[in-house]
């Protein structure tokens, strides 16, 4: 299994087969996404130490800034006021950012601790 199907699929790095996530959260319903600790099928240790997840924000961020532009350079065709495309790439992010959150965790596991490193 190539580590970009992992990623998306969000598996184990190690077995490929146990799920990261319990839980995917909900932005609505202000629920954030929940990881095992371990994984369920080869128990392997997702969080290897306190604050190990802490360059997934640099990796969350760069996902962020990403997807605005991207969203900029599709939406700027329909839409001409800037607070107008403020407002709406503000409503993208939230509604993103569980997607974003759970992404980003996946890229730094998988760039850390992958056995295939290459993304
Ligand atoms: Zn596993």
């Not at 202000?30 to 130490?49: D, L």
């Not at 969350?60 to 839409?79: P, R």
């Amino acid at each position: 299994m190539s580590a970009l199907v992992g990623i998306i699929t969000e598996k184990c790095p190690k077995c490929g087969k146990g799920k990261v996530f319990s839980s995917k959260g909900n932005p609505l319903l202000f629920r954030m996404p929940r990881m095992n600790e371990h994984c369920p099928v080869c128990n392997h240790k997702f969080e290897k130490e306190p604050g190990y997840f802490f360059g997934s924000m640099f990796v969350s961020y760069a996902v962020t800034v990403g997807e605005m532009i991207v969203f900029f350079l599709l939406a700027h065709f329909f839409v001409k006021e800037i607070v107008t495309m403020i407002v709406l790439i503000g409503i993208l992010s939230v509604l993103l950012s569980t997607f974003n959150f759970r992404l980003s965790r996946m890229i730094w596991i998988y760039l850390l601790d992958g056995k295939n490193r290459q993304l």
